[in-house]
T-cell receptor
Framework: AQSVTQLGSHVSVSEGALVLLRCNYS??????LFWYVQYPNQGLQLLLK??????LVKGINGFEAEFKKSETSFHLTKPSAHMSDAAEYFC??????????????FGQGTTLQVKP | KAGVTQTPRYLIKTRGQQVTLSCSPI?????VSWYQQTPGQGLQFLFE???????NKGNFPGRFSGRQFSNSRSEMNVSTLELGDSALYLC?????????????FGPGTRLTVL
């Protein structure tokens, strides 16, 4: 079954430092990949998604992610962290098969802490 | 455009009761998916509805059910509540039912079972 692994349940960076959140998927057929962010007491907001176009995907709030098939990875980066980036981040996948429509499979999440 | 709305935002129930949660999708969206979020299990897919039909279902017991109305609004019902059903229930809507479609999430309903 398809699965997603996010390495590191907690990541702490200083304001202005590089943010790197890791995500690896398991399937041999590349899935569609998504990064979502969740602020406290809110739902999830899409940051970016990969659907077989360019492997480097740019999202909102300065985030980007690169799809690497050889590494089965889709890591999220941001050159310079801001205090407002503190939140929980989820990597998710959907299968290409039509039988799995509407079903996002999520990683366990990574809490990003930004220190002043 | 208004976003996805969920009502109520908070619910407290006791074991054995049943509960109904409501989700209004973004106008024009035809697909609604439901997820359960808990600290232990994370985000887990419950089911997806498209054009009033359940198209996909997660690995949850039959106590969890849902439906979708002709205006795409959706409800989910949990019968015979258990303590372990305490969770944040999120619904998400998308324009269609393709795997590439972006799902837009509501703020969730926080269910506490005592």
């Amino acid at each position: 079954a398809q699965s997603v692994t996010q390495l590191g349940s907690h990541v702490s960076v200083s304001e202005g430092a590089l943010v790197l959140l890791r995500c690896n998927y398991s399937s041999s057929v590349p899935p569609y990949l998504f990064w979502y962010v969740q602020y406290p007491n809110q739902g999830l907001q899409l940051l970016l998604k990969y659907t077989s176009a360019a492997t480097l995907v740019k999202g909102i709030n300065g985030f980007e992610a690169e799809f690497k098939k050889s590494e089965t990875s889709f890591h999220l980066t941001k050159p310079s962290a801001h205090m407002s980036d503190a939140a929980e981040y989820f990597c998710a996948v959907t299968d290409r098969g039509s039988s799995n429509t509407g079903k996002l499979i999520f990683g366990q999440g990574t809490t990003l802490q930004v220190k002043p | 455009k208004a976003g996805v709305t969920q009502t109520p935002r908070y619910l407290i129930k006791t074991r054995g009761q049943q509960v109904t949660l409501s989700c209004s999708p973004i106008s024009g969206h035809r697909s609604v998916s439901w997820y359960q979020q808990t600290p232990g299990q994370g985000l887990q897919f419950l089911f997806e509805y498209f054009s009033e039909t359940q198209r996909n279902k997660g690995n949850f017991p039959g106590r969890f059910s849902g439906r979708q109305f002709s205006n795409s609004r959706s409800e989910m019902n949990v019968s015979t509540l258990e303590l372990g059903d305490s969770a944040l229930y999120l619904c998400a809507s998308s324009l269609d039912s393709f795997s590439t479609d972006t799902q837009y999430f509501g703020p969730g309903t926080r269910l506490t079972v005592l």
